[in-house]
């Protein structure tokens, strides 16, 4: 997810490998979601496990 601040939606992709993505939707910036800026995604423990099995321990983890 990212903003397109000046068009006035986030938009939503998908990606299975982080390097191609997929366009899923755009949201308007306003209503009840309301990110910003290093946003806290929660992740469940099999999305951090696959995470780890494809790019390893983050450094200081």
């Known amino acids: ?3 397109c ?4 939606y986030y938009q939503f992709c998908k990606s299975s490998d982080l390097t191609h993505f997929t366009f899923v939707q755009n949201t308007p910036l306003h209503g009840q979601f309301t990110p910003r800026h290093g946003s806290v995604m929660p992740i469940t423990s099999e ?3 696959k995470l ?7 450094a200081g983890f």
Request: negative net charge; aromatic residues 18%.
């Open 47 to 49: 999305e951090l496990q």
């Open 5 to 8: 601040y000046t068009e006035g």
């Open 52 to 58: 780890t099995d494809k790019f390893g321990t983050p």
């Open 1 to 3: 997810m990212y903003d």
